[in-house]
């Protein structure tokens, strides 16, 4: 049964620390989205990646949120430095892209990052 | 613009009772449908999706949902619900092609009486 694998689960850290997130994408996906979720505002698509390319990351807060696909079969989220607002749970799905067809998303289990 | 509505916040059932969740989309085109659940502390769990054909989709766990492009709608049902489907449930619409984005509503939690 493959899925999509999320490190760490939980994290907590303070203020002004970086924090990493790490993705494993089915095997065979060629994309990857990150997500963030929150109470208020749901669900928001922070970054896209085909083919290791990262295709839109306009939904992240550039001066403190990167994203990377090192290999295809790791993909990364770091938070640098974190804010109490960066608290929410982050999610990683792949998918496999077709280009003439919408593709499915398959979510990992999510990070919940607390930023104290 | 492109949008979901998912009216309803919270829908408590009974054990056993049937279910329809409500989904309304905003799109130009036949857009691509998709349900997905979410149990607490876990990810989004595909149930079922919409691409063409047949309007009536069968999905994991019991569930299916109807396509009906005159309402645009895309509600989610289950006959008999169990206790292990209190959860909060997702429609999403994405225009397909070579665009890669959903659009999710709000959500609605289901919560289920014994």
């Known amino acids: 049964d493959a899925r999509v694998t999320q490190t760490p689960r939980h994290k907590v850290t303070e203020m002004g620390q970086e924090v990493t997130m790490r993705c494993q994408p089915i095997?065979?996906?060629?994309?990857v989205f990150w997500y963030r979720q929150t109470m208020m505002q749901g669900l928001e698509l922070l970054a896209y990646f085909r083919n290791r390319a990262p295709l839109d990351d306009s939904g992240m807060p550039k001066d403190r949120f990167s994203a990377e696909m090192p290999d295809a079969t790791l993909a990364t989220l770091k938070i640098q430095p974190s804010e109490p607002r960066d608290s929410a749970v982050y999610f990683c799905?792949?998918?496999?892209?077709?280009?003439?067809?919408?593709?499915?998303?398959?979510f990992g289990p999510g990070t919940r990052l607390l930023v104290l | 613009a492109q949008s979901v509505t998912q009216p309803d916040i919270h829908i408590t059932v009974s054990e056993g009772a049937s279910l329809e969740l409500r989904c309304n989309y905003s799109?130009?085109?036949?857009?691509?449908l998709f349900w997905y659940v979410q149990s607490p502390g876990q990810g989004l769990q595909l149930l079922l999706k919409y691409f063409s054909g047949d309007t009536l989709v069968q999905g994991i766990k019991g569930f299916e949902a109807e396509f009906k492009r005159s309402q645009s709608s895309f509600n989610l049902r289950k006959p008999s619900v169990h206790w292990s489907d209190a959860a909060e449930y997702f429609c999403a619409v994405g225009p397909g092609g070579s665009s890669y984005k959903l659009i999710f509503g709000s959500g609605t939690r289901l919560l289920v009486r014994p």
């Open positions: 799109y130009g085109a036949t857009p691509y």
């Open positions: 799905a792949s998918g496999l892209s077709s280009g003439s067809l919408q593709e499915t998303q398959y």
């Open positions: 095997l065979g996906h060629n994309t």
